[in-house]
């Protein structure tokens, strides 16, 4: 397991950088970044299980393990989905945490990954530009 974190200062309040990460229209948007067309289905409830789908019909899915409003949400990746059939996967502590710290002129948003090596030059060609797109909709939408 490879263990990754990103970081970006958004001059927002933790309530407006959660809606945007969180809510189904913003979501589709900052996500562009890994792969265009991407949406969920689920809850983000504490212990249930969430999709993450392209528009293949492809994807992963994750429980939640920790949904602290405002401040921290973490999943537990289970397995890939192949034309909406999930398969589990041996990945063990494959975690994915954003972690929301409220500053004095916003919120610095920090990403907390744990991954099969393999995964790992993915996130980190991808993550930035999502958490650039996440900082331009947190600043700029009503």
Not at 91 to 120: D, H, M, S, V
């Amino acid at each position: 397991m490879q263990k990754l974190f990103f970081e970006i200062q958004i001059d927002a309040p933790p309530e407006k950088v959660w809606d945007v990460l969180w809510s189904d229209i913003t979501y589709r948007q900052w996500t562009t970044a890994f792969t265009e067309g991407s949406f969920y289905l689920g809850s983000f409830e504490e212990g249930s299980i969430i999709k993450f789908f392209d528009p293949n019909n492809n994807g992963m899915y994750s429980r939640i393990e920790k949904n602290i409003p405002h401040k921290e949400m973490k999943f537990l990746h289970l397995g890939e989905i192949y034309d909406g059939v999930e398969q589990e996967q041996a990945w063990g502590e494959a975690t994915e945490a954003y972690i929301l710290q409220e500053t004095e002129t916003g919120t610095i948003l920090k990403i907390e990954i744990n991954t099969p090596e393999e995964f790992q030059s993915f996130f980190e060609e991808k993550f930035p530009t999502a958490l650039g797109i996440v900082k331009n909709l947190s600043e700029n939408q009503l």
